[in-house]
């Protein structure tokens, strides 16, 4: 019998990997090969998608962009012994892209059957949770405090006083909030632990439930994540099954309870005191702080809340000691990040490795250039609220103090590349038009702000590129950034002011004697 | 534009079904857009009785989230992702070609049988640009893979309801 993994993810999902599942049953019956299919996770090499592996005496060998029709001649080239052929990409964890990284937190990503807790529990699975249930909840805490986690959805606040803090606190109820509300363009590392490592960020929730003394959680993710949402709640019911979720986790005292909420389509509920409020039911308005979420957080009840990478981190932290990951690292960016290579690249996929690389390097060693051909131009890193970095700091290590020296943010890792083709006047007016979509509507700044800014710069590209329009517009982003309640209108200005100060000639300015230098 | 709406009585049944203890007021209109398609306006006074809030509040929760529809959805609906990662792989004159070979314009509602929408992001960034077609997600798309797509799915509604 041969084993044959096609992955679920819906990466693989949308170039048609349910069509291939189907078409190598048929041919292996039709042929009268014995083939056990396994629906595996992506490995998040998604160039290769769809990624079909089979299992061999010396590994899994690959083939890749698998399509339906190819079938018949991959069966007829004898793929399933893992004979050559074509799309035969070699043993899939020996392909440099996957084997020079270092995956922490993605270390089961794409082996395992997403759902099967066997498969899970094998590959070191529950062995945080086991070490923490045997731990008082103030030395967990100060146990991720010592691993130097911090906050993976951008703002990278160190996970373990959040922890502390919440725990610290005296209520009746509190809750584990997980922020699955993964709207930036160019990010997919939220989307991949849940469609394809579902348990890890539950047992990263349960672990939390029980250091800070929370029975209830919930994890808020985005309408536009079908999939996630349905892997998850799957997941779920069969953590539940297996005595991890209830009254008793793992037949201890302690109780925890865990539900998916869906959002439905607004962007700014990213944030977290907004999903907060929709969580609750209600428009996803943002709220000031403080009072903080981990003091009056979710129904006004001391509540962690944590993007899903930061929770689904949380596990290999205690399976393998704060020590281990904080080996990982450089200055005070301790551990590692998922960097998501996306938009013009020809490797677009997930790379995880330690802080300190450079963008050259993953755009280079990694992303293997642009998929256009064309140099690369631009490179946004940390979503559509971080800058656009010229190619003369792709050299700066990503390190979060290290970028926020030139005014940049690593964010959740996120890289869009852009090439010579790219307009960044135009991207500009995208992200002010992107703000006055989404702003909540809250603070003045980002409502009214964002819709001034779209008409200045549409102003500035139709030609008037008179001193008094360019200082209008930096004199808004002024005023956005300092004036704004929350991220969104906060941090709108930071691609705009990039764009116009690295790229002036797209917005039909002079560069200036230092930017021709670099 | 007018729609043919859910009667009062269809509605405060499906808000009866829906509102079950401790569902908030989001959950209950995602089970309702997900059995009917949208959100009826006649939905809107018994969900405010159910929950004990004002019809202006339920009808701010509405109207504030771009998922929730007011109206029934059109026989195709298009989703295209027109953020960054999809506009450095020319999801612009994507979206060009999809309004020449249909005819209709992005984000204008639908007065003929297809809708399109603009959406920002599906989480494809590394398989730029990204869609949905009638909640079927597909990624790496071309002009020439969108016109087979969109052909598909209109074949396949029209047997749906033939």
Redesign the interface.
Known sequence: MTRIYVPIDSAALALGADAVARAIEGEAQKRGVDVQLVRNGSRGLFYLEPLVEVETADGRIGYSNVEADDVAALFDAGFHEGKAHDKNVGIVDEIPYLKNQQRLTFARIGITDPLSIDDYTALGGLQGLRQVLDMNGDAVCEALLDSGLRGRGGAAFPAGIKWKTVRAAHADQKYIVCNADEGDSGTFSDRLVMESDPYMLIEGMIIAGVAVGATKGYIYVRSEYPHSIATLNRAIDKARDAGWLGASVLGTSHAFELYVAKGAGAYVCGEETALLESLEGKRGIVRAKPPVPALTGLYGKPTVINNVITLATVPIIFAKGAAFYRDFGMGRSRGTLPFQIAGNVNQGGLVELAFGVTLRELLYTYGGGTASGRPARAVQVGGPLGTYLPESQWDIPLDYEEYAKVGAVVGHGGLVVHDDTSNLAELAQYAMHFCALESCGKCTPCRIGSTRGEEVIAKIREGDTSVKQITLLRELCDTMVSGSLCAMGGMTPFPVMSALDHFPEDFGLPRTPAQKAA | MTHPQLSAAASAELVRRHAVQDA????I??AIQDEVGYVPDTAIAPLAQALSLSRAEVH??IT?????RSAPPARVTVQL?R???????GTEALKDHIEGHTGCRFDSGHAEDTELES??????????P?MMIN?E????VTPAKFDRLYAAAQTKVAEVTA
């Open positions: 908030t007021l989001m959950t209109l995602h701010g929760v504030y989230y771009h998922h929730f992702c953020a960054e990662a999809c506009r450095s792989m959406v920002f992001c599906l989480g494809q960034c590394a398989l730029s990204s909640g997600l597909h990624a790496r």
